[in-house]
Nanobody
Framework: QVQLVESGGGLVQAGGSLRLSCTAS????????MGWFRQAPGKEREFVAA????????GYADSVKGRFTISRDNAKNTLYLQMSSLEAVDTAVYYC????????????????????WGQGTQVTVSS
């Protein structure tokens, strides 16, 4: 069982930046593919970014490419999402997720591949 705890959300003006963190309880954090998803009110949860266990492979949704950066520190069991040039449409609850499955470009966007989820952190961007 993997427990994930997100932090770093808050209220920011459009054009601003935030860094989200996700701390994992497992000692084998460095074997998990990790992802960030988000869910806006009235919408389905959608893929934002993912990173392989080593950090070598990353992938992003088109809507955040060039603005968001996913990274991880395996020594600290922590996943990050650096968000810049934030827009009102980025307002959502952001969730981190963990998957024991080996990295695959084709699967990283699928919620069903991630059995472990955090409780979410709210990001609100004011325009």
């Amino acid at each position: 069982q993997v427990q994930l705890v997100e932090s770093g959300g808050g209220l920011v003006q459009a054009g601003g930046s935030l860094r989200l963190s996700c701390t994992a309880s497992t000692r084998t954090f460095n074997t998990y593919t990790m992802g960030w998803f988000r869910q806006a009110p009235g919408k389905e949860r959608e893929f934002v970014a993912a990173i392989s266990w080593s950090g070598v492979n990353t992938g992003y949704a088109d809507s955040v490419k060039g603005r968001f950066t996913i990274s991880r520190d395996n020594a600290k069991n922590t996943l990050y999402l650096q968000m810049s040039s934030l827009e009102a449409v980025d307002t959502a609850v952001y969730y981190c997720a963990a998957s024991p499955t080996t990295w695959s470009t084709s699967f990283m966007t699928a919620r069903s591949r991630y059995p472990y989820w955090g409780q979410g952190t709210q990001v609100t961007v004011s325009s």
